[in-house]
């Protein structure tokens, strides 16, 4: 069962129990589309929370679990090729769509649309009320009609020589993403619509809010923050359950203005970055901990989370060696003159005595007419600011910090 869940609520829920007990399936799997083709990103909450809340909708559910692969795809994910990777990875199964009874009517704009029902049975879930218009026509109807069985027993690969469709009555569900997310971005907080955890990370995420709303209902739910030795000491657990490699603790007290610990990890793969990534969310939003910033994707090879005294850098192996961390911030190192990282953004603040000397020079600087002809312009604080900037600049290339994906 695909869907953005944004956000997820008890009307995903609902008629996939119904449909895994009518069609005697084994498990549900619930795939969160990451880029989805005919929705723009601005209506979609960031990936990381959407996955995160439907993690937390799907707590407890016996027979339900979530698979990635579309949200961790940097690009439109399309079913076609999600059936096709399931396929290679579960060969044996029969797979069953379940999709909304409108669906069929927008299904000819699918990519491969006739590639995808010879991958998967399809079920329509058919709420209450719903009629197909009369006379009502589409490019996938015949080929959906050819494949349409009576029973959910009939969906079977082997009987039938091919893949089936059966049409599934469930029940109304007076639920809409679409009005959730209307209601939190005016304060109302739906209590009832989904699991009060999935609700409390909204909030305190500030997702779905209003620019204009205030923060006084995200504030509510967060405590103080907690001790960060400990936060970091629960991360590496956290990490480390979840194969993250060569876990660091960087102890920053007393050292820097903006940080107590750096939290330094790597991942395997972009999915890897992605599964250790959201778990740094989990564990605050367990802990109800404010999530200041993030920054960068699983395939930018860096992904920081910010959590206040405690920021998170989870890796890829080429960018962790190359930005090195660790060297940067060890004991002997003076903060003054390392990278600073605040509030889920990478800047750069060296002490200018240190960017003069690289900078003054530059032979940008000495090409201008404006310096060759007035000589003294250099000691002016007008100029005093090029250096400065020049160094900004070099740094930023020097790590990378400009072009964060």
């Not at 218009?133 to 079977?156: F, I, K, Q, T, Y």
């Not at 002490?351 to 002809?373: F, G, H, L, S, Y």
């Amino acid at each position: 069962m695909g869907g953005t869940f944004n956000p997820p609520h008890h009307g995903h829920i609902r008629p996939a129990r119904e449909a895994m007990t009518a069609l005697g399936l084994d498990r549900v799997v619930f795939i969160p589309t990451g880029i989805h083709p005919f929705k723009g990103p601005d209506l979609l909450a960031p990936v990381a929370h959407r996955v995160a809340m439907l993690r937390l909708l799907l707590a407890d559910e016996p027979g339900f679990s979530l698979w990635e692969i579309e949200a961790n795809t940097p690009r439109v994910s399309y079913t076609v090729e999600t059936l096709q990777a399931w396929h290679d990875s579960f060969p044996d199964e029969e797979p069953v769509l379940l999709i909304g009874a409108d669906i069929p009517r927008e299904l000819h704009l699918w990519r491969a649309w006739r590639r995808i029902l010879e991958l998967t049975h399809v079920c329509l879930m058919e709420r209450p009320g719903f009629v197909e218009p009369a006379g009502a026509s589409h490019p996938a109807a015949a080929e959906l009609e050819m494949r349409a069985v009576a029973n959910p027993g009939d969906l079977d690969r082997t009987r039938l020589g091919r893949y089936g469709l059966f049409r599934l009555k469930v029940s109304p569900v007076d639920l809409s993403s679409t009005e959730l997310r209307r209601r939190l971005s005016q304060g109302d907080i739906p209590r009832g619509t989904t699991k009060d955890a999935v609700l409390d990370y909204a909030l305190a995420h500030g997702l779905y809010r209003a620019s204009s709303l205030p923060l006084t209902l995200e504030r509510t739910i967060l405590k103080s923050h907690p001790e960060s030795a400990a936060l970091a000491a629960e991360l590496t657990k956290r990490l480390d359950d979840k194969k993250g490699k060569e876990i660091v603790v960087v102890d920053l007290e007393g050292r820097s203005g903006f940080a107590d610990h750096f939290v330094i990890v790597t991942g395997t793969s972009p999915t890897h970055v992605s599964t250790l990534a959201n778990e740094v969310l989990l564990v605050a939003h367990e802990r109800k901990i404010e999530v200041r910033g993030t920054e960068g994707l699983p395939e930018s090879a860096w992904v920081l989370v910010d959590l206040g005294d405690v920021l998170v850098h989870v890796f890829r192996q080429e960018a962790r060696e190359f930005y090195n961390l660790e060297k940067l911030w060890s004991p002997k190192a003076t903060p003054a003159r390392e990278v600073k990282v605040k509030m889920g953004h990478k800047d750069e603040t060296k002490p200018r005595d240190e960017a003069k000397p690289r900078d003054e020079t530059k032979p940008r600087d000495e090409a201008k007419p404006r310096d060759e002809a007035k000589p003294r312009d250099e000691a002016k604080p007008k100029d005093e600011a090029k250096p400065k900037d020049a160094a900004k600049s070099k740094g930023e290339a020097r790590r990378g910090v400009a072009t964060p994906e």
